[in-house]
């Protein structure tokens, strides 16, 4: 149930009490409560858990996530260059 | 960026096992808290792929599984009455009550009916003026949100016939009990990367440091899951137990405060049962009394409930940590998807469903 996936926000609007959005899966679009992402714009990526936005996904972070992992990869290369001397 | 391809490249992951099997020494038991995280390790076969030093534990964080036994057959009583239109997630449908399921309810003629999301049930609600809509608001902090949304949208809405029977309870006292139990194996956690989403991951330097245990909070695709294994396993072999967090494109250090803030207006802290677990203090969320409208349990009075469970089943040591799956009498026996004698075999965040769904029948 926790295994939410990202969307992209493609529209936002009110309904009822609460702050909606419609929300772009790769093709399926489907609605989601934005209620407590009142920073939340058209764009954004956002994890979608039983039709409610649990928070805006951080581009900057994904990268440096990233940036970390290949790091590893280019030590490990640099060791066995030192290996294959 | 689509937040998705990107981690789950296979080079990279080749990688970041090598630097694993680098990194390992000595044998290390991890738990991984999150079903859903549980589910994706199976399915991309990390626990096959890992160094044999590494042994994955599976928590309890299956929502489903843990919902108490008392409550399903109260759910399943209110179903049945004919005024009732019940709303659940769909995966509550097949669990095994003490006679039923809801799923049998619905076949019998109760108005039984899957709903995506919370405010779904308010709408059906307000579409069915003449009928008591109840939705079964079970699940940890990440669904939390969205379950107390819907009492606020009825409330503004002046529904007098929607309701939630609700079974909420959180990942942070299931680590005390966890790690507190004399039995316990756990060296290391990755902590449930959504629930921190909405919660921060401010509630765990005080459990990192009363256990002496790292917790490193983990998203869900592949490169997610092993970066946190390997920041677990790094702190351990370096004798480090602290927080840290493998997950930040989506989890900051406060967490979604609006969020809280709305679980809070809705819900309070109480005592809960999880099933084939037993009572943890102050593990649960229930209805303020301020909404105590809102609350199924109180506008249907159920008694005469007698709660017998499956005598094979042993979900509550496989949701501890202390078996696994395949270790059940049961499994792939008596107890499959079709036939399940407990809530891990039908939930798809349950360790059993995942085992017998990717064959770890002797893992
Ligand atoms: S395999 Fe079935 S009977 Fe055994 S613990 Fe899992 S759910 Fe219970």
Redesign the pocket.
């Given at each position: 149930m926790c295994l939410a996936v990202p969307g992209k926000i493609v529209s936002i609007y009110t309904s009822g009490a609460m702050r909606m959005c419609k929300i772009d899966f790769g093709g399926v679009v489907r609605e989601a409560c934005i209620e407590t992402l009142p920073e939340a714009k058209v764009g954004d990526y956002t994890i979608i858990h039983a039709g409610f936005a649990l928070n805006i996904l951080s581009e900057e972070e994904a990268e440096a996530t990233l940036e970390a992992l290949r790091q590893i990869g280019a030590f490990e290369e640099e060791d066995q260059d030192l290996i294959g001397e | 960026m689509r937040f998705t391809d990107e981690f789950r490249d296979a080079s990279m992951v080749k990688t970041v096992l090598e630097e694993i099997r680098r990194t390992v020494t000595r044998p290390w038991v991890l738990m991984e808290i999150c079903g859903g995280q549980t589910h994706a390790i199976m399915r991309y076969g990390l626990d096959q792929l890992l160094p044999p030093e590494v042994e994955l534990v599976h928590g309890p964080g299956c929502p489903v599984c843990v919902t108490p036994l008392e409550l399903i057959d109260k759910a399943l009583a209110i179903a049945a009455r004919p005024d009732v239109i019940f709303t659940s997630f769909g995966d509550m449908l097949r669990v095994p009550g003490s006679q039923a399921d809801l799923f049998s309810i619905r076949a019998r003629g109760g108005q039984v009916r899957v709903v995506y999301s919370p405010l779904d049930a308010v709408r059906i609600a307000q579409e069915n003026p003449d009928h008591q809509v109840v939705f079964f608001a079970i699940g940890f902090e990440t669904t939390a949100p969205a379950n107390a949304a819907s009492v606020i949208q009825a409330k503004a809405l002046g529904l007098k016939n929607y309701s939630i029977l609700a079974s909420h309870v959180c990942v942070p006292p299931a680590m005390h009990a966890i790690l507190g139990s004399p039995a316990n194996r756990i060296q290391g956690f990755l902590a449930a990367g959504h629930v921190c989403s909405v919660m921060g991951t401010w509630e765990y330097p005080p459990i990192a440091a009363q256990y002496q245990v790292p917790i490193v909070v983990t998203g869900f695709e592949p490169l997610d899951l092993l970066n946190g294994i390997l920041m677990t396993l790094r702190q351990l072999e370096a004798g480090k137990a602290g927080v840290e967090n493998a997950y930040p494109r989506v989890v900051t250090e406060r967490g979604n405060v609006a969020a809280q803030k709305m679980i809070l207006q809705v819900f309070e802290p109480c005592d809960r049962q999880w099933r084939g677990i037993g009572l943890i203090p102050m593990s649960g969320l229930g209805l303020r009394a301020e909404m105590e409208e809102f609350d199924a349990e109180k506008r249907f009075s159920v008694s005469g409930i007698q709660t017998r469970e499956?005598e094979?089943?042993?979900?509550g040591?496989?949701l501890q940590g202390l078996?696994k799956?395949h270790h059940?009498?049961?499994?792939?026996r008596?107890?499959t998807p079709e036939t399940?004698?407990?809530?891990?075999?039908v939930s798809s965040e349950?360790?059993?469903s995942a085992?017998?769904r990717y064959h770890r029948e002797e893992a």
């Open positions: - | 499956s094979l089943c042993i979900a040591q496989v078996k799956p059940c009498p049961a499994f792939g008596q107890c399940p004698l407990g809530a891990p075999m349950g360790a059993c085992y017998f």
